[in-house]
């Protein structure tokens, strides 16, 4: 059974970076594709980011783009998501998610995933 933890959130300032990680154990991440979701108060998940098993990207959200990479480092089963340029609009809690093999729909729907992390909070203010 695959599990999923995050870390790596925390408080930052607007214009700042921060690198969160999604560590895989109980199966390997390289059977996985991998999404990034955000939820902020009040707001329904959000599609963030999402990579195929081969390193693919395949999707990040416009908010988002050019200020967010999303990485995966099979060997130490952890997919990766930094964050640059962070705005007081990217305050969410962040979660990791996966779904076995390439998977080819739209990969920012939250229900493709079977596994989830428990979310790693992340806070832009100054």
């Known amino acids: 059974q695959l599990q999923l933890v995050e870390s790596g959130g925390g408080l930052v300032q607007p214009g700042g970076s921060l690198r969160l990680s999604c560590a895989a154990s109980?199966?390997?991440?390289?059977?996985?594709?991998i999404g990034w979701f955000r939820q902020a108060p009040g707001k329904e998940r959000e599609g963030v980011s999402c990579?195929?098993?081969?390193?693919?990207?395949?999707y990040y959200a416009d908010s988002v783009k050019g200020r967010f990479t999303i990485s995966r480092d099979n060997a130490k089963n952890t997919v990766y998501l930094q964050m640059n340029s962070l705005k007081p609009e990217d305050t969410a809690v962040y979660y990791c998610?996966?779904?076995?093999?390439?998977?080819?729909?739209?990969?920012?729907?939250?229900?493709?995933?079977?596994?989830w992390g428990q979310g790693t909070q992340v806070t832009v203010s100054s």
């Open positions: 990579i195929r098993r081969n390193g693919i990207i395949i």
């Open positions: 998610a996966a779904v076995w093999g390439d998977y080819l729909g739209d990969c920012r729907v939250a229900s493709i995933y079977h596994y």
């Open positions: 109980g199966s390997p991440l390289n059977d996985y594709t």
